[in-house]
């Protein structure tokens, strides 16, 4: 690779394509091969996670016992959790980072290609590895995605494989990081200054900062439960002089930017579609660089308000107390910057641009109740209720899940060349907008009348609005069925209708992928751009 | 890819390795950390030790009720008793509890006990001045010991508390 004459350059151009069978997946080391891998694997872990997620829910549609043992139960929250986070939300980021990335920046590909290749296929040894545990003695883990001891160390055959995957996962998000921040940093085209990067190539800059803080401490912190369990050792063994509170400090300090690290590049592609359907630039392109930097910086100075219910000292509550309002300034920003970009736009409604206004206004509500629990003395309440289930999911599914919904839609008509079926699209986003509403606000009424989290069986004054947030569940369930049929006639040829470079009016002016041909070649910008698109900053 | 570039790739890769191999020791480092900063503000339960010369004005009108809890640890072959459930005492008084400690297995045991106080709260103000928590102790085969501690609650504690707490954990440190 390293010494390619002009002449040799020239014949890659024409031949190299990808490499011809099934062997080219495994093998692959382009960067849209591997986002292509992660985005189908992130998809199905999706279905996976959310299959569990149903089981949770049909077990919750009545009070009592139905289907499944408490302990199965307890096993499904775990792992719903877990493959949610690690298997799908996680790394369909990556996946769109692989392939975008590089077309935004002007790049060939990424920095590393092998060990993209190898952080792919790692992420699904360490997600196998854990689904694995299902089948053991003693079940899956069964101690919530937090994974705290001493609950944990009870765990039967599972928990030295639920840690080693937990190892994997982590290496292979460390090394996706790496190759993110080294493509960034020296593979942007000649004009791409760092204050001129498209937003989700920001966000993902950050983003992997993130994960490079945050993952050696939860391979620490799990490393710490691994030899608790097996070695004598009493890291997290009151009667060993060790502290189980303790480990949750390590763990939320690691948590607490975990949950950034999906987060941000939500943040990211929402800047990306807004612009493009308001048609205009992005509004305040530099606060919102200083926003997300801000956001990334504060979630390391926050991570006890999971645990306001310990028995801190005063000073410690107030302190987190008000460390995690200021979050609200710099996402307040976001929201504004966001709001302020479709004022007076000349806008339309396709449905990317439906799913990004939705999370607009939906992780602003998921944001509000995170504002209440942030207040010390209030979440003494809400502690481990159905009001915390009902936060963080309105942060994640009507905010990442739709946005990487949206960041399909969008990207899709540029990778396949062919149009998804518009009509179904926005079928699909009214069904998903309303059932995901059916299926978490009715949560938030639960938690506050006092349901507790991770219980397969309730009083009875809880069950009309569990049955109702179940009813909502399987039809937000099943409306993602809709999504894999759309992107597979897509892929197949789609509408018929040719799409054109730019596939959306004006694109063009906002990033550079839409300047390559659709569908995009196996390899682009072998040459860095000379001019890039100025419309976002 | 040129060279220049692949030289620089290498470099951030450096970089980035030595971050992640820093925050890898950073997590370990918590724990230490963790500890001196419970013991610095007393925080979680834990005591600074050494409070021989200390005495008090003995405050006659309160009473605190200090509760003995017990505890060996999943593999210590010790049987481990307080002689009383609980003391009496007037803050600012210096009381003594006794405890039975027998090994009961056929082998020589090294043991160390653990103290903590609940509410954890309360740990700055209950002064440990005596205690056989402070050193190891070593248990013959069959042998049973006689334990004493001595402890002193300041009368800074806050008028609420009325019942306080006191663990104590052995655990086997032969190897």
């Known amino acids: 690779m390293s010494a390619v004459t002009a002449e040799h350059d020239h014949d890659e151009h024409h031949d190299h394509g990808p490499e011809k069978g099934f062997l080219r997946w495994i093998v692959t080391t382009n960067h849209k091969d591997i986002g292509t891998l992660y985005l189908f694997f992130a998809l199905a872990m999706f279905f996976v996670g959310g299959t569990m997620a149903l089981i949770i829910r049909a077990e919750l549609f009545e009070p009592g016992m139905q289907f499944v043992t408490p302990q199965f139960f307890n096993s499904m929250t775990t792992m719903h959790a877990l493959v949610m986070v690690f298997g799908a939300v996680m790394p369909a980021f990556v996946g769109f980072a692989n392939w975008l990335i590089p077309m935004m920046i002007g790049a060939p590909d990424m920095a590393l290609p092998r060990m993209n290749n190898m952080s792919f296929w790692m992420l699904v040894a360490g997600v196998m590895m854990l689904a694995s545990t ?74 992997a900062f993130l994960l490079i803080a945050i993952m ?48 941000l590049p939500t943040f990211g592609i929402a800047s990306t579609i807004i612009p493009v359907f308001a048609r205009k630039a992005l509004f305040g392109y530099s606060s919102m660089v200083y926003a997300t930097a801000a956001i990334a910086f504060l979630s390391f100075i926050v991570w006890a308000h999971h645990m306001f219910t310990v028995g801190m000292p005063l000073s410690g509550e107030l302190y987190f107390m008000y460390a995690t309002m200021l979050i609200a300034i710099p996402t307040g920003v976001k929201i504004f910057n966001w709001t302020a970009t479709m004022w007076r736009g000349s806008m339309t409604f396709e449905t990317p641009m439906l799913f990004s206004i939705a999370f607009v206004v939906l992780f602003t509500l998921g944001g509000f109740t995170g504002l209440m629990m942030a207040l010390a003395p209030i979440d003494f309440q809400y502690h481990d209720t159905y009001f915390i289930v009902a936060h963080f999911h309105y942060t994640l599914v009507p905010a990442s899940v739709f946005i990487l919904m949206a960041g399909g839609y969008f990207w899709l008509p540029k990778w396949t060349g062919n149009m998804y079926d518009e009509r179904l699209g926005q079928l699909h986003f009214w069904l998903s907008a309303v059932s995901v509403n059916i299926l978490f606000f009715p949560q938030h009424f639960l938690g506050l009348a006092g349901m507790p989290r991770r219980i397969p069986d309730y009083a009875v004054q809880f069950s009309d609005w569990n049955m109702v ?5 399987f039809i937000f369930g099943f409306s993602q069925l809709m999504f894999v049929y759309i992107v597979v006639k897509t892929i197949k040829g789609g509408t018929g209708e040719k799409v054109t470079d730019e596939v959306w009016e004006g694109a063009a002016q906002h990033s550079l992928e839409w300047t390559l041909p659709s569908p995009v070649p196996y390899h682009t910008f072998a040459t860095p751009p000379e001019n890039i698109p100025t419309e976002h900053y | 890819m040129s060279t220049d570039l692949e030289r620089k790739n290498k470099k951030t890769v450096r970089i980035l390795l030595v971050l992640v191999f820093l925050m890898f020791l950073f997590a370990a480092a918590l724990i230490p950390l963790y500890d001196i900063l419970c013991e610095i503000t007393g925080i979680n339960g834990k005591t600074k030790k050494d409070f021989s010369s200390l ?87 069959g042998e ?26 052995f655990f086997d440190i032969t190897h």
Not at chain 1, 174 to 181: C, K
Not at chain 1, 217 to 237: H, N, P, Q
Not at chain 2, 150 to 160: E, F
């Open chain 2, 144 to 169: 049973t010991k006689h334990l004493e501690v001595q402890l002193m609650v300041s009368p800074d504690l806050a008028i609420g508390f009325k019942r306080i707490s006191f663990g104590l954990t």
């Open chain 1, 216 to 263: 050696p401490v939860f391979a620490g912190a799990v490393t710490m439960l691994l030899t608790d369990r097996f070695f004598d050792t009493s890291f997290f063994d009151a009667a060993g002089g060790g502290d189980p509170v303790l480990y949750q400090h390590i763990f939320w300090f690691f948590g607490h930017p975990e949950v950034y690290v999906m987060i």
């Open chain 1, 134 to 207: 299902l089948f053991m003695e003693g079940g899956a883990p069964a101690s919530g995605w937090t994974l705290y001891p001493p609950l944990v160390l009870q765990t039967g055959a599972a928990l030295p494989f639920a840690i080693f995957s937990v190892h994997l996962l982590g290496i292979s998000s460390i090394m996706g990081a790496i190759n993110i921040i080294a493509t960034i940093f020296n593979m942007r085209a000649p004009k791409m200054t760092l204050m001129k990067m498209p937003l989700f190539v920001w966000t993902w800059l950050i983003t």
């Open chain 2, 55 to 141: 005495t008090y004005e003995v405050d006659l009108d309160r009473v605190v009720t200090l509760e003995f809890v017990t505890t060996v640890s999943a593999q210590t072959g010790l049987a481990f008793k307080a002689d009383q459930y609980e003391i009496k005492l007037h803050p600012g008084e210096k009381v003594t509890a006794r405890y039975t400690a027998k090994n009961r297995t056929n082998k020589r045991l090294i043991a160390k006990a653990n103290p903590s106080f609940t509410p954890g709260i309360t740990a700055g103000y209950v002064k440990n001045i005596e205690c056989f928590c402070f050193s190891n102790q070593i248990f013959e085969p």
């Open chain 1, 469 to 473: 947030s179940s009813i909502g569940a």
